[in-house]
């Protein structure tokens, strides 16, 4: 049975079957990169103008659009003959009332199955099931190849999907170390940790987990030199002070307080 795969976490990619039929070309890639975050939802020739020119389309925008349609449709004729003869690449890629969207039997979306078992990861923490949910999780983020949409000149929806899509995995990789935190690993989970803290120096929750799994492995100084390292990141970027939160966190570690030391559970100020 002939399906359509996409990919959108990493350098772009959609097949049919699997025969690509991602076009070398950018605006040609970026309208079919589009309507793929589409979802089979028609995508109005406003929205494949501001994405393609950016706010300044040439003279007669839909005649070009109508070009690089041509295009892909070939390209979709070509993987589509391979497989089924009886599919028409203008059943695939259809033009509807006002724009253009993809249609096909079957989609299959790595962004669609990473979200999935990052709803279920989140919700097995939620329950507590931390072995469920650090493999969830871990499963999810697995599908990862690059940042979304990697080699796609982004704007518009585009850009704002590939921004979404990168927060989300963020906050996957937040649930998942809290998860492993509660069972224990936080030995492996320091250079992780330190390797995220230094790519987003201003994200307190990463600096919490890093503070934390050092204070856990027997390394108190190194969780405080942590929060000092944020907290002059915050006044010299910033010009404020860390949350009360993160600061609570900081006095636990100063305390030595036994909560820090219980693995089942995180402080409660996070």
Do not use: N
Request: glycine letters at 8%; hydrophobic letters at 45%; a positive charge.
């Amino acid at each position: 049975m002939a399906y359509l795969r996409i990919g959108l976490l990493g350098p772009f990619a959609a097949s049919v079957g699997d025969v690509s039929i991602v076009p070398s070309a950018s605006k040609q890639r970026r309208l079919l990169a589009l309507l793929a975050i589409g979802g089979g939802r028609e995508v109005g020739m406003s929205a494949i103008a501001e994405e393609l020119w950016q706010g300044c389309p040439p003279a007669g925008p839909s005649a070009a659009v109508q070009t690089y349609v041509k295009e892909l449709r070939q390209r979709i004729a070509a993987a589509v003959s391979r497989l089924s003869p009886r599919l028409d690449a203008k059943e695939i890629l259809v033009r509807g009332h006002s724009g253009y969207r993809l249609c096909m039997p079957e989609v299959r979306t790595d962004a669609r199955g990473f979200e999935l078992s990052v709803r279920q990861g989140h919700q097995a923490l939620a329950d507590g099931d931390d072995e469920r949910a650090a493999r969830l999780l871990s499963d999810g983020l697995a599908l990862w190849r690059g940042p979304a949409l990697g080699d796609v000149r982004a704007s518009g929806a585009l850009r704002a999907e590939a921004l979404r899509l990168d927060e989300v995995r963020l906050a996957a990789v937040e649930s998942r170390i809290e998860a492993e935190l509660r069972l224990g690993r936080h030995v492996h989970l320091v250079s992780e940790l330190t390797a995220l803290t230094s790519l987003h120096p201003l994200q307190e929750s990463l600096h919490a987990l890093l503070m934390v799994a050092l204070y856990r492995s027997g390394r108190p100084s190194q969780a405080l030199e942590s929060f000092r390292r944020l907290r002059a990141a915050y006044v010299r970027e910033l010009g404020i002070e860390p949350s009360r939160r993160l600061q609570e966190l900081h006095r636990r570690v100063l305390a030595g307080e036994p909560l820090l030391d219980a693995p089942e559970r995180m402080p409660a100020a996070f």
